[in-house]
Structures are given as structure tokens and as C-alpha cells.
């Protein structure tokens, strides 16, 4: 449901987003699954923050607090929430906040290894970086992108290619 409402959110279907919010939010919890009541109600503020995004209503920035508060304190939700502070940065830098996006990117969740979507977490740390200033991070997290793809698949070849000429530019030539 969230994941699915999320990819409706990103095409501008919103007519469903109430309900689903409402519905997710009303999660009761018993014993045995109080995680996915955890679940539910963190899904529910991120949504709301999108949604509240999406319609420009004047709640916005508090309902963007809101999901950026949760996911600099509250539990991770285990594989559902590894890409929730790439929404909040997304969020921010719509706003003109760079440097919240910056923080946000900065924000990863481990379980037992390297965090999921880290390529793409480098990748806009390092963009945001270099746009809000911080040529040192913005170096250092595109040398990381470009170890994690030191050998990428077709498809990936141009944004690699891409993140070489950034950091090319950032380093006078020096990769």
C-alpha cells in the first residue's frame, strides 16, 4: 500500500491519498504485529508529506517536518523506510532548502551491511554537496559512487560517465 501509493503520489493521482492515509493511520495494533502498526503510521506521514507537497497546501513545511523528524528519530521500519530520506531530500531541495537535502541524503539507515539504494544516496549527496558549496563532501561522496560502480551495467554507464564529469570538474581533472 505505501509503496503503491507512493508511485501514484509521483504520477499525480491523488484522489486515492486520503483514504489510504486515513486507512494507514487507523492501523490497529495488537501483541503480534505492533511492527506494522509502526509501519503503517510512519507510511501515513510520508505520504501526507508528499500529498501536502503535491496539492502545495499551506501545511507543507510541517508536514515535511513531521517525516524529517521521524526519520532522524524514530525506529527504522527494516526494508520499508531506506528510501524515505531520499523523498525528504527530494522534498527539501523542491523547497530551496539545499542544505536540509543535503542532511537528508547524509542520513542512512544500516542493517547488516552496506544500506540499500547507497549508490543513489552518494550520488545525491554529491550533487547537493557541490550546489550548497561543500566541494571536500561532494568529492569524496562521488569517489564512493564511482568505487560502487567501477564496473556498471549498460544502462548505468551515462550516469556514471555523468558523475565522472562532476567530480572532473570539482577536482580540476583529478579523478
Do not use: K
Not at 504520477?11 to 492501523?27: D, E, S, Y
Not at 508536514?63 to 524515505?84: F, I, V
Not at 530551496?96 to 549527496?125: M, N, Q, W
Request: proline share 5%; aromatic share 6%; with cysteine.
Amino acid at each position: 500500500t505505501c509503496a503503491l501509493e507512493q508511485w501514484h503520489l509521483a504520477h499525480r493521482q491523488l484522489a486515492a491519498a486520503p483514504r489510504t492515509i486515513a486507512a494507514l493511520r487507523g492501523t490497529q495494533s495488537s501483541q503480534s504485529d505492533s511492527e506494522i502498526v509502526i509501519i503503517a503510521r510512519g507510511c501515513a506521514i510520508l505520504l501526507d508529506a508528499l500529498l501536502a507537497a503535491a496539492e502545495r497546501r499551506p501545511d507543507a513545511p510541517r508536514q515535511l517536518s513531521a517525516l524529517d523528524s521521524l526519520m532522524r528519530t524514530g525506529p527504522p521500519y527494516r526494508s520499508m523506510d531506506e528510501a524515505w530520506n531520499l523523498v525528504i531530500a527530494r522534498l527539501f531541495e523542491a523547497t530551496g532548502d539545499r542544505a536540509s537535502a543535503l542532511a537528508a541524503t547524509r542520513r542512512r539507515l544500516y542493517d547488516v551491511a552496506e544500506p540499500r539504494f547507497l549508490s543513489t544516496y552518494l550520488r545525491e549527496e554529491a550533487r547537493l554537496a557541490a550546489l550548497t558549496g561543500d566541494t571536500a563532501g561532494a568529492i569524496r561522496a562521488y569517489r564512493h559512487y564511482l568505487v560502487l560502480q567501477a564496473d556498471p551495467e549498460p544502462a548505468a554507464r551515462p550516469r556514471v560517465e555523468r558523475v565522472r564529469a562532476e567530480l572532473a570538474a570539482l577536482t580540476g581533472g583529478r579523478i
